[in-house]
């Protein structure tokens, strides 16, 4: 049978830009999306490490610290991890559709790419170098130019990551546990404030 008119024009409308850069769990879920989403957490957990940040907290991306490579990457899977725990406990008490397990840890793994390309960017020579010299200025040193100008950079790619992060969080929650409106966007922050809390004690205080 072929497609409608109307079926027709919503998979062209999937397909746009603006879809696959803040709704792409319309087209990629499930196991899919589990392996992209590790994968991605893992290099951007490998990237914050060259760049000296630290992701601890489910929405925090701190620069200035010297970690080892594993610190971050363990941080990326515990923020994971604990606020897909989080949505499925949601899904299951509020949620009128069936959902997967494998969908929801799949879309949220994968929404927290944005900070692979935050960490990727603050390797960049300008913001590493403006990083040192935050450092220096902490140590009584003097603000230069160069420093300040990468500090705003750094700070702009870091915030619009994370921004760029919650919307895809919010969208992959909606999608995967199939819940809109006022209920669902009220569960959706008290789950973020609940992880965010979660999550700074353990990567803070036992990782």
Known sequence: M???PSTHQEMQQEMTIGRWLFNPF???AGARSL???LAGIVVAGLAAAGAGIRFDGLLDVHAGNEVALWVPVVEGLVNWAVF???LVLVALLFSKSAVRLIDVAGTQAMARMPLLLAAAICNLPLIQDA???MAAVLLGGELEGNTLTGLVAGILVTLGGVVWMVALMWKAFSVSCNMRGGLAIALFILAVLL???ATLYLTRYVL
């Open 2 to 4: 072929e497609n409608s």
């Open 26 to 28: 319309v087209r990629i």
């Open 35 to 37: 392996i992209i989403g």
């Open 84 to 86: 897909t725990l989080l």
């Open 131 to 133: 990083f040192d010299g």
């Open 195 to 197: 992880g965010e809390a």
